[in-house]
């Protein structure tokens, strides 16, 4: 698991030693535990698309070969009895609905994303005031250049005004450098805390994706296994031997486009769950500081 779980659990339990108590420290620590199961998970369903395959491969191999739209020769019907007894050697590699469901992987996701938006509302909300101060202090600057121009008119005589007024300027000067700098920074920390929120958003949609794929697939196993003892338990009955093969046939396209489908989301998954981990691994190490809130 080590090999497509990144970043790793000892950098993140590392960085979880580190970091502040809080509640997004609790929900992260537990999304980083049910990352890993649903990795584990993933990686087990990986090996079921493989075994899948391999059960299947004797039967539609035959299936390329043999003439199911005329009479099967005692040779060929001896040919597809020899597949069915090696696909009953098999138990279903998929494991039945209910059993590996990722309800509460789903309510983690579902309470991270939450504490993420409202991280997200504050940090947008900084930037607006940061944005809101540094117009008025270039307002300010705007002012007080004018009052300046205006008491240099009015009483030339008077250098005090602008010996008052350069404080004053020097300070509001300051202001907006300083805020753009802290609203580029927010900035990027919205960015990242609402990538992290997207990325438990998509995997989310993932699991239950998988969900249904894997019930899917079980319950074609399973007929498929029902199809494949029914033509056992009638010995190499030329009618029912051809049957069993023709409705094999029927659910083959079905099947290996489910088996596609399927190894395609566990793929998006690992990735997913990698992306998110990296960016809540990065959202600890903002929030180590004594600063941060």
């Known amino acids: 698991m080590a090999q497509v779980l990144h970043p790793d659990g000892d950098s993140v339990a590392e960085a979880l030693r580190h970091a502040k108590p809080s509640t997004l420290t609790r929900l992260v620590s537990a999304y980083f535990t049910h990352s890993e199961?649903?990795?584990?998970l993933c990686l087990l369903l990986h090996r079921s698309v493989h075994r899948a395959r391999a059960m299947y491969h004797p039967l539609h191999r035959l299936l390329q070969v043999l003439p199911?739209?005329?009479?099967?020769s005692g040779s060929q019907c001896d040919a597809a009895f020899d597949a069915f007894l090696h696909f009953d050697k098999f138990h279903?590699?998929?494991?039945?609905?209910?059993?590996?469901?990722?309800?509460e992987m789903r309510q983690c996701f579902s309470q991270l994303r939450h504490k993420l938006n409202q991280r997200l509302h504050k940090s947008r909300s900084r930037i607006r005031l940061a944005r809101r101060a540094t117009l008025a202090s270039a307002l300010c600057v705007v002012g007080s250049t004018v009052a300046i121009a205006a008491s240099a008119v009015v009483i030339a005589t008077h250098a005090l005004a602008a010996i008052v007024a350069c404080p004053f300027c020097t300070t509001a000067a300051y202001l907006p450098a300083n805020n753009n700098f802290l609203t580029r920074k927010e900035a990027a920390h919205v960015k990242q805390l609402d990538a992290a929120a997207r990325g438990?958003?998509?995997l989310n949609n993932d699991l239950d994706t998988i969900d249904r794929l894997v019930a899917r697939l079980y319950d074609a196993v399973e007929s498929d296994r029902y199809l494949i003892r029914l033509g056992l338990e009638r010995g190499k009955e030329v009618y029912t031997v051809t049957e069993v093969m023709k409705q094999v046939q029927r659910n083959q396209v079905y099947?290996?486009?489910?088996?596609?489908?399927?190894?395609?989301?566990?793929?998006?998954?690992?990735?997913?769950?990698?992306?998110a981990r990296s960016l809540l691994l990065q959202e600890?190490?903002?929030?180590?500081?004594?600063?941060?809130?």
């Open 37 to 40: 199961e649903t990795t584990r």
């Open 68 to 72: 199911l739209n005329h009479h099967l």
């Open 92 to 103: 279903n590699p998929f494991p039945p609905p209910g059993s590996h469901n990722f309800q």
């Open 200 to 202: 438990a958003y998509v």
């Open 255 to 275: 099947l290996m486009h489910q088996l596609g489908d399927l190894e395609e989301h566990i793929c998006l998954c690992f990735n997913a769950v990698n992306r």
């Open 284 to 293: 600890i190490h903002l929030y180590q500081t004594p600063s941060s809130s």
